[in-house]
């Protein structure tokens, strides 16, 4: 066959893959499965896919009459809520962006990403009211302020002109509109990183990249999302689109259950049991508050049975308690803002059934496969691949069709240049990957410590440290040393309660770890700086330990 013939083309239907098609999907053979939300009013609201979609139609509508474009970005500060599904749903779908916004960040940062997306309007919770009362002013782009609410919540005197009621919004529109067919790389939504360092940088997802990342979270492999299932994202909505699940929870036909603001220990419990969740999802920080608030009280989950747990690695003694003491499966994920943010998700293959229970562990706490649609490899400082021997680490890099090519340029146009090497996304983070393919996160880049040249995996000795019952948290920075350029120092905040000296924290190192890795000292503090998305700060942690001197 030559090049120059023509490839015989398939004779399939060509349809685009749109954000509507799913709640369309979902409406039409799906309808009855319910949404219940937990509304920071204070009550608790349910209602049917097929309600939602109609409502959505309904925002589509209000959207229209406020002159929304397509490619137009709309912002939301906003819980896990059904005002916020509608939201997702009518923003892509009439083809404008949905710009969700992390509430937790300074109000210095989200008025800069508000005013860098260009925001038309902006829909907020009640809770963040004075929020947007603070920020209003320096956000000219901002045409309406939108509160998703009732008239009855309407605040009486606001010093926001353009203050605008949700249902009020919503009863006059009419349910009389056709969800649009457009082209599929079209922008659907737009997710800044958290920024530790500079600006926060914008993630533009598409329809396309969104409807696959959807699909393929929801595999078996992955997610394994199903009809059967109770779903409740306790992972925010406002950050990275609470890992797809708004999505794949509706093309699965699941029931989806929305926290809203009380995130405790308790109010997570009783919502549950309530509502008989099966499946959850969110970051190691959740759990342990989750999870101590079960043991404390002496209870059990009645329905609960898997979970995924990412966004930070996930401390063995939490994954063991969770399995071992409470039935619940853990998947162990890991992803970022720029990969939609699926990567990777643990589970066993058909030859590790019969492995001893610790050797399944030891597989079970690695971040896991990659999904397909994710191509990965890790390489050397000078990009040459590294081999994967489950030992070498190296910088992990990643391809595919639901990761960023580049940033979003906003009113600047500046997109901070070409952010793929050879056409792959370096992660910043550092891995190994073994021959079954199995990747293990050791280190973020930036946190890598170098002692003597060789490096050194924190995040190992984190878990070791967790794995101490006096231990409540533990983050493992490195410090300067005359000799070895850096050292590994062991910042602990112990249990309340709990007494721990440093001999007897190092003392629990002994035989867990290479000599080379073990800490010079180990430091107590009553809490370590934690950022937007409630992940341990170590820059911060750094900055605080500039003028720290090892002992000797
Ligand atoms: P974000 O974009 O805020 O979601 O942060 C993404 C970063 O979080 C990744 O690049 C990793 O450094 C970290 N991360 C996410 N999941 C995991 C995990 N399971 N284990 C270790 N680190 C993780």
Request: glycine share 10%; with cysteine.
């Amino acid at each position: 066959m030559t090049n120059l013939q023509p490839p015989l083309m398939g004779a399939m239907m060509d349809q685009p893959l749109l954000i509507s098609s799913i709640i369309r999907f979902a409406a039409r053979h799906y309808g009855g499965s319910e949404i219940v939300s937990r509304r920071v009013e204070g009550d608790m609201h349910r209602y049917t896919v097929r309600d939602c979609e109609a409502r959505a139609r309904r925002l589509a509508n209000v959207l229209r009459a406020q002159q929304v474009a397509p490619g137009e970005r709309v912002g939301t500060l906003a819980w896990n809520g059904y005002r916020h599904m509608e939201l997702y749903y009518a923003v892509s779908g009439s083809g404008a962006v949905l710009h969700t916004i992390n509430p937790r960040l300074h109000p210095d940062q989200i008025a800069y990403i508000v005013n860098h997306a260009e925001d038309q309007l902006l829909f907020f919770d009640l809770t963040f009211l004075p929020l947007v009362e603070a920020i209003a002013p320096r956000c000219p782009t901002v045409k309406a302020f939108v509160l998703m609410s009732d008239r009855a919540h309407m605040p009486a005197a606001s010093n926001s002109a353009n203050l605008l009621c949700y249902e009020d919004l919503i009863d006059a529109a009419s349910t009389d509109y056709a969800w649009p067919e457009f082209d599929e790389h079209a922008a659907a939504s737009l997710c800044y990183t958290s920024g530790t360092t500079g600006n926060p940088k914008g993630a533009l997802y598409s329809h396309r990249s969104t409807v696959l990342h959807a699909y393929a979270s929801a595999m078996p492999n992955a997610l394994n999302v199903g009809a059967a299932d109770v779903v409740l994202p306790v992972v925010p909505m406002f950050h990275v689109n609470a890992w797809g699940l708004p999505y794949s929870v509706l093309l699965a036909g699941a029931k989806l259950v929305l926290p809203g603001a009380a995130l405790d220990g308790k109010s997570l419990y009783e919502l549950f049991e309530a509502e008989g969740v099966t499946f959850s999802a969110g970051v190691p920080t959740v759990w342990l508050g989750l999870v101590n608030y079960v043991l404390q009280n002496g209870l059990a989950f009645s329905t609960f049975r898997r979970t995924v747990i990412g966004g930070a690695a996930c401390p063995p003694a939490l994954m063991d308690t969770l399995i071992d003491r409470l039935g619940v499966k853990v998947i162990h994920a890991w992803g970022m803002t720029e990969m939609s943010p699926l990567g990777t998700t643990g589970g066993l293959l058909a030859k590790h059934r019969d492995l001893p229970v610790e050797s399944q562990r030891a597989i079970l706490r690695k971040q896991g496969h990659a999904i397909f649609g994710v191509d990965m490899k890790i390489v050397d400082d000078g990009g040459c691949e590294l081999p994967w021997d489950g030992r070498t680490f190296g910088h992990l890099l990643v391809r595919g069709p639901w990761i960023v090519s580049r940033y979003f340029g906003g009113n600047s146009g500046d997109e901070g240049g070409d952010v793929l090497q050879d056409g792959w996304f370096p992660t910043g983070d550092v891995a190994t990957i073994d021959a079954d393919g199995f990747m293990q996160i050791t280190d973020r880049s930036k946190d890598v410590i170098k002692s003597g040249g060789e490096w050194i995996g924190s995040i190992d000795i984190e878990n070791i440290a967790m794995a101490h019952p006096a231990v409540l948290q533990a983050a493992c920075i490195g410090v300067h040393h005359p000799k070895w350029d850096e050292r590994p120092v062991l910042v602990v905040v112990r249990r309340p309660g709990a007494s721990l000296t440093r001999e007897e924290m190092l003392r629990f190192f002994d035989g867990r770890i290479a000599k080379f890795w073990m800490p010079d000292d180990v430091v107590f503090v009553d809490a370590l700086p934690t950022g937007a998305t409630g992940k341990i700060q170590k820059n911060r942690l750094r900055e605080q330990f500039r003028d720290y001197r090892l002992p000797g």
